[in-house]
């Protein structure tokens, strides 16, 4: 499977990232536009799955308990945190549609902090971080995580 790097029409790799699901890259304005329609529906699932995220991450914050704090490590075991395990889970699947290394790279950032935040991997991260190293050509880290 190819991943391409760079602007998603001609993949030059320096310009902007999509406003939206911040994972696609553009080297300007009227590859952005020219690419919309087909980039519209992937860029629409993963703004749709960062906002709950970030709305259940809100409301864990908003607690009086300081859960990042001392729910590290245990979040799956801590009721109020499951829906916002999900959302995140929710977003690194919203985001295999696009095919870019960054899109691979964000995915890989959210299930490794999925396994800092719960070691018992009730999301099912480590199948897939696997994966997602050997793609982005992470071979070292790849074995390292297996070991």
């Not at 009227?30 to 329609?37: G, K, P, S, V």
């Not at 300081?66 to 109020?80: Q, T």
């Not at 899109?103 to 994966?131: F, K």
């Amino acid at each position: 499977m190819s991943f391409s790097s760079g602007c998603g029409v001609c993949g030059k790799t320096d310009g902007l990232r999509c406003s939206g699901c911040k994972v696609m890259m553009y080297c300007g304005v009227e590859h952005q536009t020219a690419h919309r329609q087909e980039h519209k529906s992937a860029c629409s699932a993963i703004r749709r799955s960062r906002v709950a995220m970030e709305k259940e991450e809100q409301a864990l914050r908003a607690q009086p308990d300081d859960i990042f704090a001392h729910g590290v490590g245990k979040f799956w075991m801590i009721f109020e945190t499951r829906p916002y395990m999900r959302a995140r889970a929710a977003l690194s699947d919203a985001m295999t549609v696009v095919k870019s290394y960054e899109s691979l790279q964000a995915q890989l950032d959210i299930l490794l902090e999925n396994l800092r935040l719960c070691r018992g991997d009730n999301m099912g991260s480590r199948d897939v971080i696997p994966g997602l190293m050997i793609c982005l050509q992470q071979d070292q880290e790849c074995y390292d995580f297996l070991k």
